[in-house]
């Protein structure tokens, strides 16, 4: 009800579990999915795997009741591009969809800190390593990520077409043997690449 208030994004359905997602998806493929994480039949973290794989181009914004670390590390590790919880403002809600449509990754600041501490609690790799693997250009590239631009605005700033960057991006996340850019950002954070 809330987002039908907003012109600028239509709600082309609604699914009771992750199953019923990722079947509504293949026929309405949406730009991005509004995922829950507690479910029956299949849940979010994996309703989100499936959906990295079959539908990569689909963005998956959790939103969610539960921060605890655990629903946290899946979520991410399954490819999701953002997690709310659901007492997020409408404001911030709206602003969060187009914005992980966009490209942006958004965690909510409650669950912020714990992605970055399980990161940090992680064996992940030095950032020598980091910028031993990456060419120059792919290091300002994943620094742009870890600030939190888009393909348009990395473009923008370094006098690339989304096309080039988009390519970069995919580079960057083969090298590192990541699956998305949230990981990617994580990762860039946590090495002082930012």
């Not at 795997?49 to 990569?56: L, M, T």
Request: glycine share 6%; no cysteine.
């Amino acid at each position: 009800m809330l987002l039908k208030l907003e012109s600028d994004i239509e709600v082309i359905g609604m699914a009771e579990d992750g199953a019923m997602a990722i079947e509504l998806a293949a026929r309405e493929l949406p730009d991005l999915v509004l995922m829950d994480l507690k479910m029956p039949v299949m849940n979010g973290v994996e309703a989100t795997r499936q959906f990295r794989v079959k539908y990569p181009q689909v963005k998956v914004l959790i939103l969610t009741t539960y921060d605890d670390d655990e629903w946290i590390a899946e979520a991410v590790q399954a490819g999701a591009a953002g997690y709310l919880l659901k007492d997020t403002p409408r404001r911030e809600l709206v602003k969060a969809i187009k914005g992980t449509v966009d490209g942006k990754t958004f965690l909510d600041p409650a669950v912020a800190g714990k992605v970055l501490q399980q990161a940090s609690s992680q064996a992940t790799l030095s950032a020598l390593t980091i910028t031993s693997k990456l060419t120059e250009r792919e290091v300002e590239v994943l620094r742009l990520i870890a600030g939190g631009l888009n393909n348009r605005d990395i473009a923008e700033r370094l006098y690339l077409s989304e096309g080039t960057v988009r390519n970069h991006v995919s580079a960057i996340l083969a090298k590192l043997d990541l699956s998305d850019r949230t990981q990617a950002a994580v990762i860039a954070i946590r090495h002082g690449l930012k």
